[in-house]
């Protein structure tokens, strides 16, 4: 597993961007793919963006166009850029990663976005 501390979070306006960042240590970061999720309270965790090991990425498709993914292998961080933010965004956001599994098994502490109208 890999160790993930997230920053970034914070109280943005409508229409505004905002950029998450997770740091990674550990074993071997650039051989993981990176993810970012989100979870509102009593909600099931939604996937946002995905990064593998080579820099594919996957978005969510209402994402799409609003988000931004992508990481810095020498500084162990993968970033996710949200552009456009509305209202409905505000909730937690999850920086996660796995290592040669289908299944996410290593998560960041979740730090909180909120939009105001």
């Known amino acids: 597993q890999v160790q993930l501390v997230e920053s970034g979070g914070g109280l943005v306006q409508a229409g505004g961007s905002l950029r998450l960042s997770c740091a990674a240590s550990?074993?071997?970061?650039?051989?993981?793919?990176m993810g970012w999720f989100r979870q509102a309270l009593g909600q099931v965790r939604e996937f946002i963006a995905g990064?593998?090991?080579?820099?594919?990425?996957d978005y969510e498709e209402s994402m799409k166009g609003r988000c931004t993914i992508a990481r810095e292998n020498g500084k162990n961080n993968v970033l996710l850029k949200l552009n456009t933010l509305k209202p409905a965004d505000t909730t937690v956001y999850y920086c996660a990663a796995k290592f040669l599994s289908n299944d996410y098994d290593s998560w960041g502490q979740g730090p909180r976005v909120a939009v105001s109208t």
């Open positions: 550990g074993r071997a970061y650039s051989s993981f793919d």
């Open positions: 990064i593998n090991w080579s820099g594919r990425t």
